[in-house]
């Protein structure tokens, strides 16, 4: 059956996890406060004032002073909480369009938050943007191999282009637009979706399939491009929903100790 990114239930899914943004399901503790999100990435401090919901939108805040302060995830400092292998996430967002700005929707496989230096790890980009450059963004498959490799070395972009993802005559700022990514485990690519038709997808590594990954949600101040200089502060990326699918055929991987996720009902 081909894969339907407009309703992933008839291409044989199942809901795994889903944040609507009806209620703020944010916390500094994730799983065992019962919420959805960590309010910060693993390597820093809890930011929850830079988080706000209202009318089924997530709003999250760039501190000028601090690049990652305005990141959260779906596991919390002990990898407690939501991380899947294999599936197709998907996330409706509007950008801000601020110089500056570095809206992103990522996956990083869970157990780093262990090991953060030595550990060899995967990192899926299923969007990366940049402030001002508003008719495109970057989605990306990296590998780090551990013990301080750099990543910059160990990356597959696009098959063709680069892994630039062009939407052109679309400003991404003016409204919401899905960004989604489909990682089979069949398949030798990952492939990219953006407002639901297939833009773009990258090879895999020989360790882009090992691990359970948590998801990442950030709208954090850096410049990729050369052209976008600046730290803004107090600079908006709304998020209208974040949902994630599996394969069902495959069982939603468990964190360690915890048991499987179940469907979203």
Do not use: C
Request: glycine share 14%; proline share 5%.
């Amino acid at each position: 059956m081909a894969f339907d990114p407009n309703n992933p239930a008839v291409s044989g899914m199942v809901q795994t996890f889903g944040d609507e943004f009806n209620t703020r399901s944010i916390s500094s503790n994730g799983a065992a406060s019962k919420t959805l999100w960590n309010d910060h990435v693993w390597f820093h401090q809890p930011r929850g004032d830079l988080f706000s919901v209202a009318n089924g939108v997530l709003s999250m805040k760039t501190d000028g002073s601090d690049e990652w302060a305005s990141n959260i995830q779906t596991t919390n400092a002990s990898g407690e909480g939501f991380a899947q292998k294999f599936g197709y996430w998907e996330a409706s967002i509007k950008f801000s369009g601020d110089q500056g700005t570095w809206p992103s929707f990522w996956l990083m496989n869970n157990d780093r938050i262990t090991d953060l230096s030595g550990l060899a790890a995967t990192e899926i980009d299923i969007l990366e943007g940049q402030g001002v450059w508003d008719e495109g963004y970057f989605a990306t498959n990296h590998k780090n191999t551990g013990n301080g490799g750099a990543w910059g070395a160990d990356q597959h972009t696009g098959t063709t282009g680069g892994n630039v993802m062009r939407t052109p005559g679309i400003d991404l700022s003016q409204g919401f637009h899905r960004y989604g990514m489909l990682w089979d485990p069949t398949a030798t690519d990952l492939k990219f979706y953006f407002d639901g038709k297939l833009i773009g997808s990258a090879p895999k590594y020989e360790t882009t399939d090992k691990w359970p990954m948590m998801t990442i949600l950030g709208h954090g101040v850096g410049d990729m491009i050369g052209s976008n200089s600046g730290r803004p502060d107090g600079s908006v990326m709304q998020v209208d929903y974040v949902r994630v699918y599996q394969f069902a055929d495959q069982h939603p991987t468990p964190l360690q100790g915890e048991a499987a996720a179940g469907p979203v009902r």
